[in-house]
């Protein structure tokens, strides 16, 4: 399985934009790039994903360079509750496709 | 809301014991997942099922087995705690309409003594 790489912890201030990179450089031509984010105490919960193009949604922008090696997920205005670990993981769009899981990146988000 | 829920937030057992993890999701989703979450290691898939009475071993199901016997739920079965076993279980599920978003409970911190 192909395998992502992450920066342990980042930090950011409130309001301002945060970039969350994510290195995949073995990725293959059926990956999907998918991030997930882990507040405290919480389970897991999905962001955004994408194949080839930039995505965008409520939560945040996913820019996904152009030979697929690399990822950043973008939080346009970083708010306290912002404030989680967030991993990048690589899966096969089918039903029920497993994720695995790195150790993510510890986002700290200073008032 | 969509929203899956595990019978405890807090769980306590003695070593030896059989221990019952519980997982209900009111989403109809086909396809459900237990995982486990150690310091250092990540989320690791123990089992997960595309379907009733179907299972799929994860990525270390040793020391585990599960049970679908309806759609939403999926239970987790330690048939003898051990202390290796402690740790944070976290129960998630997707639609085959949606794949890519898996919904996760809360998790349940399972300590054994």
């Known amino acids: 399985d192909a395998k992502t790489t992450q920066p342990n912890s980042m930090e950011s201030n409130e309001e301002e934009p945060v970039h969350l990179p994510c290195n995949h450089s073995?990725?293959?031509?059926?990956?999907?790039i998918h991030w997930y984010r882990q507040l405290p105490s919480q389970g897991p919960e999905y962001v955004i994903h994408?194949?080839?193009s930039n995505v965008n949604n409520r939560m945040a922008s996913l820019a996904i360079a152009e030979d697929r090696k690399s990822s950043t997920l973008i939080l346009h205005r970083a708010t306290l509750r912002d404030a989680a670990v967030y991993y990048c993981i690589l899966c096969k769009e089918t039903s029920g496709s497993r994720l695995t899981f790195g150790e993510g990146t510890q986002l700290t988000v200073n008032p | 809301d969509v929203k899956v829920t595990q019978s405890s937030r807090y769980l306590v057992k003695r070593t030896g014991e059989k221990v019952f993890l519980e997982c209900v999701q009111d989403?109809?989703?086909?396809?459900m997942f237990w995982y486990r979450q150690d310091p250092g290691l990540g989320l690791r898939l123990i089992y997960f099922?595309?379907?009733?009475?179907?299972?799929e071993k994860g990525d270390i199901p040793e020391g585990y087995s599960v049970s679908r016997e309806k759609k939403e739920r999926f239970s987790l079965i330690l048939e003898s705690a051990s202390t290796n076993q402690t740790s944070m279980y976290l129960c998630?599920?997707?639609?085959?309409?949606?794949?890519?978003?898996?919904?996760f409970g809360p998790g349940t911190r399972l300590t054994v003594t």
């Open positions: 989403m109809d989703h086909e396809n």
């Open positions: 994408g194949l080839t």
């Open positions: 073995t990725i293959s031509g059926t990956d999907y």
């Open positions: 099922s595309y379907d009733v009475k179907m299972k």
């Open positions: 998630a599920s997707t639609s085959d309409r949606v794949p890519y978003e898996q919904y």
